[in-house]
């Protein structure tokens, strides 16, 4: 069973909004809120040409720079970057009820792998600060995969270093439809659409299940 960790597993929206609002009050903005709203619409974008196959960092360095820039600040974009990823290195928040849910299933025998893009410093500090990481037989990272969900190469390390993984004996739990559902239809994978806020897929792809809290992941894997 593969987990996504970002807002299905750890709290990453949580550590998000606490060190952007700081960076950005740090360089003085005139408004927070507004400077936060053009921050993750930019963010956002940067994030769908990463998962459509751009190199990451480059496009990670502007995230700042370019937010600044809209009111008028000139910031260092590369420096500001690295700033925020130390501030990510220390986000241990857990989404409430994970830790259970990760502990049940590894108790009825379930085997679990996290699939996750991003920074792999940044991810196995997560996941050790948090103590999620002792629920987890392997960790696959974009960053040392060198290809991010939903492309098909991401999961292919998987079945290389895992023989008993197969497209019959494995799901993949995700919150983001565009990156980890796509990602496993992709590969031939079942999927379990993580959706606590019941948003509307407005896709043309279906995942296998939806479930709008831990446990119904657990009915699905479990009791099914």
Do not use: C
Request: proline share 4%; hydrophobic share 40%; no cysteine.
């Amino acid at each position: 069973m593969i987990f996504d960790l970002d807002d299905t597993v750890l709290d990453f929206h949580r550590g998000e909004m606490e060190y952007v609002t700081e960076i950005l009050r740090q360089q003085n903005v005139p408004d927070v809120n507004q400077a936060m709203k053009a921050y993750l619409k930019l963010n956002k974008k940067i994030w769908e040409n990463i998962e459509a196959g751009a190199q990451s960092q480059p496009l990670l360095n502007t995230r700042f720079s370019k937010t600044l820039a809209l009111f008028g600040i000139e910031a260092d974009g590369v420096k500001l970057e690295a700033q925020y990823r130390e501030m990510l290195n220390h986000n241990y928040y857990i989404v409430p009820g994970a830790s259970d849910l990760l502990g049940e299933l590894k108790a009825a025998g379930i085997t679990l792998f996290v699939g996750t893009n991003g920074v792999k410093r940044t991810q196995l500090a997560r996941l050790h600060g948090s103590g999620l990481d002792k629920y987890f037989a392997e960790y696959f990272i974009s960053e040392d995969i060198g290809y991010s969900k939903p492309n098909v190469k991401f999961f292919e390390p998987m079945f290389q270093k895992v023989p008993d993984l197969t497209a019959n004996n494995t799901i993949m739990v995700g919150d983001r439809l565009q990156s980890d559902i796509l990602g496993a239809t992709r590969a031939g994978l079942q999927s379990i659409w993580f959706n606590p806020n019941k948003n509307i897929n407005e896709f043309d792809f279906q995942p296998t299940y939806i479930a709008n809290s831990y446990r119904q992941i657990e009915q699905i894997v479990i009791n099914d």
